[in-house]
């Protein structure tokens, strides 16, 4: 069975951080490109970063770019999400997906497998 778990979501004051993990199992992980997308209240999912399978190619989007920090342990199956200087607006469910091998833009519609997803809150 496919799963993808994410953890480490947490309330964190604005100007914080956060790790946020993802714990893959049930496919060859290290074929796989891991995104992390989010969704806010009445917002569409967004992709907000991904990571290649060989670890060569890395994508943010604008707005987290130099705050937000992929990496992924292939021995561990888990990819990791460090988010610094948080903001009210990355409150979200933060979601990882899986696609194999390419980030290839992020798309949501073109993700595998998905997590099930984990709750940041920013206060300001």
């Known amino acids: 069975e496919v799963q993808l778990v994410e953890s480490g979501g947490s309330l964190v004051q604005a100007g914080g951080s956060l790790r946020l993990s993802c714990a893959a199992s049930?496919?060859?992980?290290?074929?796989?490109?891991i995104g992390w997308f989010r969704q806010a209240p009445g917002k569409e999912r967004e992709g907000v970063s991904c990571?290649?399978?060989?670890?060569?190619?890395?994508y943010y989007v604008d707005s987290v770019e130099g705050r937000f920090t992929i990496s992924r342990d292939n021995a561990k199956s888990t990819v990791y999400l460090q988010m610094n200087s948080l903001k009210p607006e990355d409150t979200a469910v933060y979601y990882c997906?899986?696609?194999?091998?390419?980030?290839?833009?992020?798309?949501?519609?073109?993700?595998?497998?998905w997590g099930r997803g984990t709750l940041v809150t920013v206060s300001s």
């Open positions: 049930g496919f060859t992980f290290g074929d796989y490109a």
């Open positions: 990571i290649s399978s060989s670890r060569g190619s890395f």
């Open positions: 997906a899986a696609r194999f091998r390419y980030c290839s833009g992020l798309r949501r519609d073109e993700m595998d497998y």
